[in-house]
């Protein structure tokens, strides 16, 4: 018997406190768990140190004033460049960052979840993420070749939010579009991990829906699971749905001033999340 | 299918297409909407043993248009961002990169432009450059030649150049190979004795005096600079018809 570990957005979100480092799933603007961020957004929790391949999950975070440092390798909307919420929150100096290369941010991933302190890579030698990120350390060889490496400390999460396709009562997780992203390392790194997915199907459906490899989550890295249609909007969901590219245009519109942002913020995210579909249904 | 003289931007995408030439079998790898075109032209002619994605997650060994939804793909691999990390880590890629900052040295910054605490302008951040640049082959598209993007000193270091690489402790730069540069005005290159960026060709229609001007510090340039090669009518061919029917690579680099 599949055990029940569903739970509702709002106990996902009640889940985060002050000051806790929160791992996002998905990838720029593709399968964000939106339904939870901006659940989060509702919540009082603040300082919070997001870890992301960051789209506008850190946007809305940081426009919200939950965020106290981001930890990224870039922050974009795909089709729009930059990301707007972003980019203020950067320029204005209200964040501080630990800002990584790509792979690096993958490194410090595994090696949360291998329990390892750091994973050796030639990847930052030479380049800026060493002079800002002053913490990195580099560690030498003990064999013969004796050389020089970065070693990626790892980024351990007290929760990571991701987003699937499917999931059954039980916190399996099944992706159905070309790329799992990062979102299996992201739970594996956390200490509890929440997943959102766009229908909850008896176990049985699984490979009716896709292969066996596509079954990527398994209920070891899951505490809990909330169904959420819709809930990546208006991030990319392929099969189930594209990027929303003109809500995202308003989104990034409610950048712009204080009032654009406090219209966006009233309409869109001090609501339910019905209401929010309701609101953003075509 | 449009005709008429090489354009500029089909100039560049011939450059574009001889940095992938002589690669072998490797993953060929150009961001960008010109680098694309030009990659997938040295694909289509000289060197087909190149391996390419599909600009996502799929590996494709047709020649696929840019810009066209659901393009027909002959589908030879699955190259999700955790693979391509392997790919980039063992070496067996040649990537094409822009960057908003370029130095003497090929130092590449897309990252920020000001201070690291509170930028003046915030772009892309490192994404994946330093491992790039450490590990691979690596050569720049810089769309748009100017001295605010040739500059004496990058703000930021993302992608290494010659003179972090050659800094690094025992050989740690070993795997660094900054290529070429192509712009919308010439080819550059860092075959130099001390690596410095040297001015290979300019496009028909651009002196060397205006790279001179558009560029922030000093070029080597040894002797008479040879103008770009146009590109071949079979490239032209595969250009406008095959590769970017819609003239994608017109908008990027319009024709002067």
């Known amino acids: 018997m599949v055990p029940d570990k569903r739970v509702t957005i709002d106990e996902i979100a009640a889940e985060v406190r002050d000051g806790m480092t929160v791992g996002i799933g998905g990838w720029g603007s593709r399968r964000k768990p939106m339904a939870l961020v901006r659940a989060l957004c509702r919540t009082a929790a603040k300082d919070l140190r997001i870890v992301s391949y960051g789209g506008p999950d850190v946007g809305l975070l940081c426009r919200a004033g939950k965020v106290r440092e981001i930890v990224y390798a870039f922050v974009s909307l795909d089709s729009i460049a930059l990301e707007p919420h972003f980019r203020n929150a950067r320029q204005s100096g209200a964040v501080t960052t630990m800002e990584l290369d790509e792979g690096m941010f993958l490194l410090g991933l595994q090696a949360a979840a291998w329990r390892v302190p750091f994973l050796p890579t030639r990847v930052g030698l030479g380049s800026d993420v060493m002079r800002f990120n002053r913490s990195l350390r580099t560690v030498t060889s003990p064999y013969a070749d004796a050389e020089e490496l970065v070693a990626m400390p790892a980024l351990n999460l007290d929760v990571a939010l991701i987003h699937m396709h499917r999931g059954d009562q039980g916190g399996t997780g099944q992706y159905l579009n070309v790329d799992p992203y990062f979102d299996d390392l992201m739970c594996m790194a956390a200490a509890r991990r929440f997943m959102s997915v766009e229908r909850i199907v008896e176990t049985e459906q699984f490979l009716a829906d896709g292969p066996p490899q596509s079954i990527r989550i398994n209920r070891l890295m899951v505490d809990g699971v909330v169904e959420t249609p819709h809930g990546a909007h208006f991030t990319e969901c392929v099969p189930d749905y594209a990027r929303d590219e003109a809500f995202q245009r308003a989104y990034t519109a409610s950048a712009k001033s204080d009032d654009a942002w406090n219209d966006f913020r009233a309409r869109y995210i001090d609501v339910t999340e019905g209401e929010y579909q309701q609101a953003v249904a075509p | 299918m449009r005709d008429g003289p090489p354009t500029r931007a089909e100039v560049?995408?011939?450059?574009?297409?001889?940095?992938?030439?002589?690669?072998?079998?490797?993953?060929?790898?150009?961001?960008?909407?010109?680098?694309?075109?030009?990659?997938?032209?040295?694909?289509?002619?000289?060197?087909?043993?190149?391996?390419?994605?599909d600009g996502e997650a799929l590996l494709v060994e047709n020649i696929i248009p840019i810009g066209v939804d659901n393009p027909e793909k002959v589908v030879a691999g699955w190259n999700p961002y955790r693979t391509m990390f392997d790919v980039v880590w063992s070496g067996r890629r040649h990537v094409m990169m822009s960057g908003s900052q370029l130095d003497k040295f090929?130092?590449?910054?897309?990252?920020?432009?000001?201070?690291?605490?509170?930028?003046?302008?915030?772009?892309?951040?490192?994404?994946?450059?330093?491992?790039?640049?450490?590990?691979?082959?690596?050569?720049?598209?810089?769309?748009?030649?100017?001295?605010?993007?040739?500059?004496?000193?990058?703000?930021?270091?993302?992608?290494?150049?010659?003179?972090?690489?050659?800094?690094?402790?025992?050989?740690?730069?070993?795997?660094?190979d900054i290529h070429r540069v192509v712009t919308n005005l010439c080819v550059a290159d860092f075959e130099t004795p001390d690596h410095r960026m040297r001015l290979r060709s300019v496009h028909p229609g651009v002196t060397v005096d205006d790279v001179v001007a558009a560029t922030g510090f000093e070029l080597a340039i040894d002797g008479a600079i040879p103008t770009s090669r146009l590109p071949t009518d079979d490239e032209l061919m595969w250009i406008r018809e095959r590769i970017d029917p819609n003239g994608l690579g017109e908008e990027e680099v319009p024709n002067p």
């Open chain 2, 12 to 53: 560049c995408a011939a450059a574009i297409a001889d940095c992938f030439a002589h690669d072998g079998e490797i993953l060929a790898n150009p961001i960008g909407t010109l680098p694309v075109i030009g990659g997938r032209l040295a694909k289509a002619t000289v060197a087909p043993e190149l391996v390419m994605t």
């Open chain 2, 106 to 176: 090929g130092n590449q910054n897309f990252a920020f432009i000001g201070s690291y605490d509170a930028p003046r302008t915030q772009l892309l951040g490192m994404r994946g450059a330093p491992g790039n640049t450490i590990n691979d082959k690596t050569s720049y598209w810089i769309p748009a030649h100017t001295t605010r993007t040739f500059v004496p000193v990058v703000d930021v270091v993302s992608g290494v150049g010659y003179d972090r690489a050659r800094e690094l402790p025992a050989h740690g730069g070993r795997f660094h």
